[in-house]
């Protein structure tokens, strides 16, 4: 594979670290960037010596990128990146990829449809803790998986009501949808589909038309369940991930930064009762799981092969979210089914 020549819709925050990754590897080259906001463009692309713009229709479509990285608000995640597949490029579309399923089940369906690669920004699932904790689940290290219980949120801060997060129409909801999904892709990555979801929601301290807490119950079809508590209103910002198992346990706690050094503790029970046996891994260091997971949007693309966390892995994570919202609206337990997790079937593509 060549060069991929990459094109960023949205210079906030997040599009300035996806532009820093893609400056940093040799296999990729920033040559554009766009944002509603022209000065920031200006200034984003000044970093890495590339042309900017406030026409996104116009980068998506131009002969001179291949990728398109879409880190606009929810409202323009799936339109970018629909109009970006519908140029055949391939797109690393922001989680969580749209407002709704319904907005991305068109977006999974033309990257299936004409071979390019999308994939889901679930960043979380490239963060080191997680990645080991994964890895030692699966090669059974503490047993058969008994439960995960992750707890998530921060608190927000003065004027977060009038942000753009706090809008319905532009953010399709609150934060099950901005931190919470995270979440909710990671218990899929570690448990597979659930059959059952019922959740709690409300809007505790933020007057706004989202919810700034989410309770979420899921169970699977062989009886493991996750549990979900994602809230606005952490005050001191929080991260941990339980994983339990038959033989011991797994917790990877804080993501760097205000969320406190990363760091996965391992458990081992005591066969006959008892204090386990505990170890610790320490993940000291900036924050990598944007260079991991760049990385592996580049090796999908030069192996012609699905990334890890793909717009199927978007697309299935919101049907969690609707069934959640829909949970908590009836105030029932709502029953899932395989078929209403995925838009088609999953399979490995060719790139044109």
């Given at each position: 594979?060549?060069?991929l020549?990459v094109?960023?819709?949205g210079?906030?925050?997040?599009?300035?670290?996806?532009?820093?990754?893609?400056?940093?590897?040799?296999?990729?080259?920033l040559?554009a960037v766009?944002?509603?906001?022209a000065?920031?463009?200006?200034a984003?692309?000044?970093?890495?010596?590339?042309?900017?713009?406030?026409?996104?229709?116009a980068?998506?479509?131009?002969?001179?990128?291949?990728?398109?990285?879409?880190?606009?608000?929810?409202?323009?995640?799936?339109?970018v990146?629909?109009?970006?597949?519908?140029s055949?490029?391939h797109?690393?579309c922001?989680?969580?990829?749209?407002?709704?399923?319904a907005?991305a089940?068109?977006?999974?369906?033309?990257?299936?449809?004409?071979?390019?690669?999308?994939?889901?920004?679930?960043?979380?699932?490239?963060?080191?803790?997680?990645?080991?904790?994964h890895?030692?689940?699966?090669?059974?290290?503490?047993?058969?998986?008994l439960?995960?219980?992750?707890?998530?949120?921060?608190?927000?801060?003065?004027?977060?009501?009038?942000?753009?997060?706090?809008?319905l129409?532009?953010?399709?909801g609150g934060?099950?949808?901005?931190?919470?999904?995270?979440?909710?892709?990671?218990?899929?990555?570690?448990?597979?589909?659930?059959?059952?979801?019922?959740a709690?929601?409300?809007s505790?301290?933020?007057p706004?038309?989202?919810?700034?807490?989410?309770?979420?119950?899921?169970?699977?079809?062989?009886?493991?369940?996750?549990?979900?508590?994602?809230?606005?209103?952490?005050?001191?910002?929080?991260?941990?991930?339980?994983?339990?198992?038959e033989?011991g346990?797994?917790?990877?706690?804080?993501?760097?930064?205000?969320?406190?050094?990363?760091?996965?503790?391992?458990?081992?029970?005591?066969?006959?009762?008892?204090?386990?046996?505990?170890?610790?891994?320490?993940?000291?260091?900036?924050?990598?799981?944007?260079?991991?997971?760049?990385?592996?949007?580049l090796?999908a693309?030069?192996?012609?092969?699905?990334?890890?966390?793909?717009?199927?892995?978007?697309?299935?994570?919101?049907?969690?979210?609707e069934?959640?919202?829909?949970?908590a609206?009836?105030?029932?337990?709502?029953?899932?089914?395989?078929?209403?997790?995925?838009?088609?079937?999953?399979?490995?593509?060719?790139v044109?």
């Amino acid at each position: 594979m060549s060069v991929l020549r990459v094109g960023i819709v949205g210079a906030g925050k997040i599009g300035a670290k996806r532009a820093r990754e893609v400056a940093r590897a040799t296999e990729s080259r920033l040559v554009a960037v766009v944002d509603s906001d022209a000065a920031r463009a200006r200034a984003l692309a000044g970093e890495f010596g590339c042309r900017s713009g406030s026409n996104w229709e116009a980068l998506v479509s131009g002969r001179d990128v291949d990728a398109v990285i879409v880190a606009t608000t929810h409202r323009w995640l799936a339109r970018v990146s629909l109009g970006a597949l519908a140029s055949h490029k391939h797109v690393l579309c922001e989680k969580p990829l749209a407002r709704n399923a319904a907005e991305a089940q068109p977006v999974v369906a033309a990257s299936l449809r004409n071979g390019t690669q999308l994939m889901t920004g679930f960043n979380h699932r490239f963060h080191p803790a997680l990645l080991m904790a994964h890895q030692m689940l699966h090669g059974d290290e503490i047993g058969r998986p008994l439960w995960i219980r992750c707890r998530y949120g921060h608190g927000g801060r003065p004027g977060y009501e009038r942000e753009w997060r706090a809008s319905l129409e532009e953010s399709g909801g609150g934060e099950l949808l901005d931190q919470g999904v995270h979440a909710l892709d990671l218990f899929r990555w570690f448990l597979g589909d659930f059959d059952e979801i019922s959740a709690t929601l409300s809007s505790s301290f933020w007057p706004m038309p989202v919810e700034d807490n989410a309770f979420c119950t899921l169970r699977t079809a062989g009886g493991e369940v996750a549990q979900l508590h994602a809230s606005w209103t952490q005050w001191k910002n929080l991260f941990s991930f339980e994983v339990c198992g038959e033989r011991g346990y797994l917790l990877a706690e804080g993501l760097g930064g205000s969320y406190g050094p990363e760091r996965l503790l391992i458990g081992l029970r005591a066969e006959h009762s008892g204090a386990p046996q505990q170890g610790v891994m320490d993940f000291e260091g900036e924050d990598s799981s944007w260079e991991r997971e760049w990385r592996e949007f580049l090796s999908a693309i030069r192996e012609e092969r699905t990334p890890v966390g793909d717009g199927q892995d978007g697309l299935a994570a919101l049907r969690l979210v609707e069934a959640a919202y829909a949970s908590a609206r009836e105030r029932r337990a709502i029953s899932l089914s395989a078929k209403e997790q995925y838009a088609e079937p999953r399979v490995h593509r060719a790139v044109s």
